[in-house]
């Protein structure tokens, strides 16, 4: 920002002067850090959205929790996800392999259905 037609440039949060880099744009981390959740807090107004998001990222969690980083997929069964206070209903994304095996994902985890109440947890590939 210009300040009374000079070349002085101003916190996006607070308004002080700033000093140092061309680019810099706040005088703090914490005017950032308040600029930001200032954003993020108008998309979570809602009730509904903010629960649906903390829901999403609990159940990412949980499937992170249970798949150890040198594996590829493990079997879990699906009461114990339920216990842990996986909520099946939220996911971000269903894909159906060419096999037709259907994978419900939470972002970059997710799970298939198996026989007698069991889950196939995965980790999404990059591609």
């Known amino acids: 920002m210009v300040v009374n037609g000079t070349n002085k440039r101003t916190c996006k949060y607070c308004g002080a002067i700033l000093k140092g880099r061309a680019d810099k744009i706040y ?3 914490y005017c950032r850090n308040n600029f930001n959740n200032q954003l993020k807090a108008t ?3 809602l009730p509904m959205v903010r629960n649906i998001s903390n829901a999403l990222m609990k159940n990412r969690k949980i499937l992170s929790s249970l ?3 040198n594996q590829e997929t493990i079997k879990a069964n699906r009461d114990k996800l339920s216990e842990m206070g996986f909520i099946f209903r939220y996911i971000t994304e269903v894909y159906t392999a060419r096999n037709g095996n259907t994978y419900h994902y939470c972002y970059d985890h997710g799970y298939r259905q198996l026989e007698n109440g069991w889950v196939l947890i995965v980790r999404k ?3």
């Open 27 to 29: 005088c703090h981390d």
């Open 43 to 45: 998309d979570r107004q």
């Open 67 to 69: 798949l150890p980083e």
């Open 125 to 127: 590939k990059e591609t």
